[in-house]
C-alpha cells in the first residue's frame, strides 16, 4: 500500500536555531503514529508544517505520491489534511452544528435566498457524531456548556466534515479527566477504523501505549527512535525522549 | 433545554449535565428560547405599573407617541447589536448620526438636491466613516478608545459640516415628510398580516426536515403565532389613531432584515464566530477583520438613519444633534434587550425590546410628570440587572466561582 503523506529531509529554522532537522516519516491510512518528544523536540514544529501555518526551510512532503506546497491552513485542509488544535477552536457560542460547519456552511440557491441549510447539517452532523459515537443532549447546545471530552468529540467530527485523509491531534488528552480521555482514545481507533491517518502528538506516553501502532520520538529536532506497537518498553520510549541510550532505539536514528 | 425532554440521542458520557444546580438550570434555559422572558416580563410589568398609576400610558395615542420616541434608540441599537456581536462597542454612533443627517440636510434644503440623493448622501457618509474607524480598530486600538475619539471628532465635524449659522431648519422642505408620513391604519394591518405568513411559512420551511430534537411545535408554530399576534397586534394599536409612522414601518422593516440575515445566512454566523473566538474563526477561514470591518459599516448606516429620522422629526439640525442621552440609551437597549457585551450573543429584536424597555420607563416618567431623578434610577436598575443576568449566562452559573 502506497504512503499516504511521505515526509523527507523536513528541515525548519527559526532564526539561527534548528526546530527540525531531516526528519523523514511517513503515514499510512488506518494507522495511529504518535509523535513523542520533550518540550523544544519539534513536535508542534512538524505539526506546523503539516497544518500549513508554517513553511518548511528545506525537505519535501508528499501527499498521494505527489510533491505538495503548503501555503496555509487552508491548503493544508484542501489535501485532506486536518489538524485538531490542543484548545480545539470552537466557538463556545455556537452550537455543535455551527462549529461542525464553521466557514464551510451549506448554504441554499440564489432563489430561496441563499440561506443556511440547517436541516442538511443537523443530519450530517448527526451522521458524524454518530460515526464517532460522540453524544450529545442536543445539537443546539452551545458548546460552551459540554464537557471537556465531548468538546474534543466535537472538534474531531470537525475534521470529518471535509473527508480528511489525515487527522492531526494536538494534545487531544491533555486537560481531560480519566473517563473523559478513555472517550477520546476510543475516537481516536474509530477514527483509525474510518480508514483516516493519525497522527497523535502527546506528552502522555499512557496514551501513546493505548493507541498508536507506531511510535515516532524526536529530541532536538532530529527523529531518534520509531517503535512499532508491542515492540518497546516504557524504558525504551523514556530512554529515547531523554537521550538516555538511543542504541536501544529500534529505528532509524 | 429541560433535563426531561426526551433526547434524540441518550446521554452517555454527558457528565456536564448530570446534578446539575438550580443556578445551572436558570442560566441553561435562559441562554436558549428563554433568554427574551425575563425582558418581556419586565417590559410587562413597568407597562403595569404606569397604567396602574395613569389609564392613559396605555392608550393607542400614547402607545403612538412611544413608538415614535424609540424607533432613533432602536435604530442606532442594532446598529450597535452588530458591533457588539463581533466583540467590540461603539460610542461614537449618535454624534455620527447628526453629522450624517446635517450632511444629508446640507444636500436637501441648502443644495436643493433632491430627498433620495440626500438620504443616500447620509446613508454613505456614516458608512465611510464608521468603516475608517473600523479600520483603526482592525489595526489595534481597542473600539473604546477608537470610537470615543470618534465621538468628539464627529462633534467637531457636526461644527464644520453646519453652516455659519450653526442650524438648519428643515420645515418646508420635503425632508420633514421622513417623520410625518403615515402609512394608513388598514394597509399597515394588511402589511403585518402579510409579513407573518411569511415569517410562518419560513420557520416552516427551515423546520420542515430538520431532525432536531426540538419539535416542530416549539421551533416553527409556537413562535409564529407569538410573531403574528404581537406583530399584527402591536401595528393594529399604534396605528389606531392616525395610521403607522413612516420611521416606524422603516424600523420593523430593518430588524426583518437584519434578524433574517443574522440568523439566516453564512455571514450571519460568521459575525457570532467572531464574537466567540477570534481564533477559532480565523483558523476556519473566516476574515475576521472583514467581518469586523462589515459590522461596523452596519452600524454606520443605522446611525446615519437614526440621525436622519431624529432631525426629521425635530425638524432641524443643531450643534446639539446627537449630544443627548441617545447613544447611551441605545448601548442600554441593546444590553437590556439580551446582546451580550462579552461578544457573540444578540439578536436583531433585542434592538427594539431593549429601546421599548428605556423608552417605555421615559415616556411614563414624563406622562407621570415625576421627576428625571426617578427616570435616571429606574433606567440605570434596568442596565445593571440586564448585565447581571448577561455576565450569569456568560459563566454558565448563577454564583461566581470560589477562588
Redesign the interface.
Known amino acids: 500500500m502506497a504512503d499516504l503523506v511521505t515526509i523527507t529531509g523536513l528541515t525548519k529554522f527559526y532564526g539561527g536555531v534548528r526546530a527540525l532537522s531531516h526528519v523523514d516519516l511517513n503515514l499510512n491510512r488506518g494507522e495511529v503514529v504518535a509523535l513523542v518528544g520533550d518540550n523544544g523536540a519539534g513536535k508542534s514544529t512538524l505539526v506546523k508544517l503539516l497544518a500549513g501555518t508554517e513553511r518548511a526551510d528545506a525537505g519535501e512532503i508528499r501527499v498521494d505520491g505527489s510533491v505538495v506546497k503548503m501555503e496555509s491552513?487552508?491548503s493544508a485542509?484542501a489535501l485532506g489534511i486536518h489538524t485538531v488544535?490542543q484548545?480545539?477552536?470552537?466557538?463556545?457560542?455556537?452550537d455543535a452544528v455551527?462549529n461542525l460547519f464553521?466557514?464551510?456552511?451549506e448554504?441554499s440557491g440564489i432563489w430561496t435566498?441563499?440561506?443556511?441549510r440547517?436541516?442538511?447539517m443537523?443530519?450530517e452532523t448527526?451522521r458524524i457524531?454518530?460515526s464517532l459515537s460522540v453524544?450529545?443532549?442536543?445539537?443546539?447546545?452551545?458548546v460552551?456548556?459540554?464537557?471537556g471530552?465531548?468538546r474534543q468529540g466535537i472538534a474531531i467530527c470537525r475534521a470529518l466534515v471535509t473527508n480528511p485523509k489525515l487527522v492531526l491531534l494536538d494534545e487531544p488528552t491533555a486537560a481531560l479527566g480519566i473517563?473523559?480521555r478513555a472517550?477520546v482514545l476510543a475516537l481516536i481507533r474509530r477514527l483509525k477504523d474510518q480508514n483516516c491517518g493519525v497522527m497523535v502528538i502527546s506528552h502522555d506516553l499512557r496514551d501513546v501505549q493505548a493507541v498508536a501502532d507506531r511510535v515516532v520520538v524526536l529530541r532536538l529536532g532530529e527523529k531518534v527512535a520509531e517503535f512499532s506497537a508491542g515492540q518497546y518498553t516504557s524504558q525504551d520510549l523514556v530512554g529515547a525522549i531523554t537521550g538516555a541510550h538511543e542504541t536501544a532505539a529500534g529505528g532509524a536514528a | 433545554m429541560s433535563a426531561h425532554e426526551p433526547g434524540l440521542m441518550a446521554p452517555v458520557v454527558d457528565t456536564s449535565t448530570v446534578n446539575r444546580s438550580f443556578g445551572t438550570r436558570v442560566s441553561d434555559a435562559m441562554s436558549g428560547g428563554f433568554r427574551v422572558f425575563p425582558v418581556v416580563i419586565a417590559l410587562i410589568a413597568i407597562w403595569l405599573i404606569f397604567y396602574s398609576q395613569n389609564p392613559a400610558y396605555l392608550s393607542p395615542e400614547n402607545l403612538g407617541n412611544l413608538s415614535l420616541q424609540i424607533v432613533t434608540t432602536a435604530m442606532l441599537a442594532l446598529g450597535v447589536i452588530f458591533v457588539l456581536i463581533v466583540g467590540e462597542i461603539d460610542l461614537s454612533g449618535a454624534a455620527l448620526g447628526a453629522v450624517c443627517a446635517t450632511l444629508s440636510a446640507q444636500v436637501a434644503v441648502n443644495m436643493g438636491q433632491p430627498i433620495w440623493i440626500a438620504l443616500a448622501a447620509g446613508i454613505l457618509a456614516g458608512m465611510a466613516i464608521a468603516g475608517l474607524e473600523a479600520l483603526i480598530i482592525i489595526f489595534g486600538v481597542p473600539s473604546l478608545i477608537t470610537t470615543l475619539g470618534g465621538m468628539t471628532a464627529m462633534l467637531g465635524l457636526l461644527l464644520v459640516v453646519l453652516p455659519e449659522e450653526f442650524s438648519i431648519s428643515l420645515g418646508g422642505n420635503p425632508y420633514e415628510q421622513i417623520a410625518a408620513t403615515q402609512i394608513p391604519a388598514s394597509l399597515s394591518i394588511v402589511l403585518a398580516i402579510v409579513a407573518s405568513i411569511i415569517y410562518a411559512v419560513g420557520r416552516w420551511a427551515a423546520q420542515r426536515r430538520s431532525i432536531s430534537d426540538v419539535s416542530m411545535m416549539r421551533r416553527a408554530v409556537f413562535p409564529s403565532v407569538v410573531v403574528a399576534v404581537v406583530v399584527i397586534g402591536v401595528v393594529t394599536v399604534v396605528s389606531d389613531s392616525s395610521g403607522l409612522a413612516l420611521p416606524v414601518a422603516l424600523l420593523i422593516l430593518m430588524l426583518v432584515v437584519a434578524s433574517y440575515f443574522l440568523t439566516q445566512t453564512r455571514y450571519g454566523s460568521h459575525l457570532f464566530a467572531v464574537g466567540g473566538s477570534r481564533q477559532a474563526a480565523a483558523r476556519a477561514g473566516i476574515p475576521v477583520g472583514r467581518m469586523i470591518f462589515f459590522s461596523f459599516l452596519i452600524l454606520g448606516a443605522c446611525a446615519a438613519l437614526a440621525g436622519i429620522v431624529e432631525a426629521s422629526r425635530l425638524l432641524m439640525v443643531s450643534p446639539s444633534s446627537g449630544t443627548g442621552s441617545l447613544m447611551l440609551d441605545a448601548i442600554a437597549a441593546a444590553v437590556v434587550g439580551g446582546t451580550s457585551l462579552f461578544g457573540g450573543r444578540g439578536t436583531a429584536w433585542a434592538a427594539l425590546l431593549g429601546a421599548l424597555v428605556i423608552g417605555s420607563i421615559n415616556n411614563g416618567v414624563e406622562l407621570l410628570g415625576l421627576s428625571t431623578e426617578v427616570q435616571n434610577f429606574a433606567t440605570a436598575g434596568v442596565l445593571i440587572l440586564a448585565v447581571a443576568i448577561d455576565v450569569i449566562l456568560t459563566r454558565g452559573r448563577l454564583l461566581p466561582r470560589r477562588l
Open positions: 491552513s487552508r485542509v488544535y484548545d480545539l477552536s470552537l466557538c463556545d457560542n455556537l455551527r464553521l466557514g464551510q456552511e448554504i435566498g441563499r440561506r443556511l440547517r436541516a442538511d443537523e443530519a448527526h457524531l454518530g453524544k450529545l443532549r442536543s445539537l443546539n447546545t452551545p460552551g456548556r459540554l464537557s471530552g465531548q473517563t473523559q472517550e
